[in-house]
């Protein structure tokens, strides 16, 4: 399984981005999927998922800002962030893991399914 984000980038605090999850070579049909982020010395952390039957789930720190969601033929999984904190800064990750199942897959989440996308938030 290859995942692929984007849609990362440098923006001033309050600023919004639009990452990008793309499945290589498969559909995220029955799959819940996450976005995951960790920062330079932290652990990583769930930010938002999403059920198989589109039930999103979002961490405290992003409910009301952030948005999740698929596309009609649940090949790509977005994350609409918007009114961005600098303690948003963090590299972003996708994988095939969400909320559910998120306890027994923690250390394989953040850089094991695709390369992250770095989101940087100045002040």
């Known amino acids: 399984v290859q995942l692929q984000e984007s849609g990362g980038g440098s923006v001033q605090a309050g600023g919004s981005l639009r990452l990008t999850c793309t499945a290589s070579g498969f559909t995220f049909d029955d799959a819940d999927v996450g976005w995951y982020r960790q920062a330079p010395g932290k652990e990583c952390e769930l930010v938002s998922s999403?059920?198989?039957?589109?039930?999103?789930y979002y961490a405290d720190s992003v409910k009301g800002r952030f948005t999740i969601s698929i596309d009609n033929a649940r090949h790509t999984v977005s994350l609409q962030a918007n009114s961005l904190k600098p303690e948003d800064t963090a590299v972003y990750y996708c994988a095939a893991v969400g909320i559910k199942e998120y306890y027994s897959w923690v250390g394989r989440l953040c850089g094991h399914w695709g390369q992250g996308t770095q989101v940087t938030v100045s002040s």
């Open positions: 999403i059920d198989s039957d589109g039930t999103p």
